[in-house]
């Protein structure tokens, strides 16, 4: 879900896209501070580019890996091991849910760990991303 804003000149058209998850980055914060008190994990929020909340604070803004774009335009969950992050990569577990807001993909919650990723954490990016897509209705 973008929102494109339309500026005309008088010999061009701009338009100007912005996502729609960049109203949440406060909230979805919020919800990453509360629930890393329950995981060593990093956790992590994004739109379809970038990191827009962490428990990482280093990594906000850095581009995100193509395995979870995969997972947003699949619109479906995934789990493996190794995945870039702020250009490194991490030979790291990690498990995906994109977040689907009207049948759009619009970013992504994911959780990286260098141990195997547990029912916990899925279970706390599966609430994050249901916290997350409430917001909008």
Request: aromatic share 8%; proline share 1%.
């Amino acid at each position: 879900v973008e929102n494109t804003d339309y500026i005309l000149e008088t010999d061009k058209i701009i338009l100007k896209k912005y996502q729609v998850l960049e109203g949440i980055k406060e909230r979805a914060q919020k919800y990453i501070d509360g629930f890393s008190k329950y995981t060593s994990s990093k956790i992590y929020v994004s739109d379809k580019e970038m990191i827009i909340a962490s428990n990482i604070k280093d990594n906000l803004c850095s581009k995100i890996d193509n395995k979870i774009v995969n997972a947003m335009n699949e619109r479906k969950e995934m789990q493996g091991n190794g995945i870039k992050i702020k250009d490194l990569e991490l030979l790291e577990n990690y498990y995906v849910n994109p977040i689907i807001i009207d049948a759009d993909a619009v970013g992504a919650v994911f959780i990286v760990s260098t141990k195997e990723i547990n029912d916990v954490d899925k279970l706390l990016v599966n609430i994050l991303n249901m916290l997350l897509c409430s917001s909008f209705y």
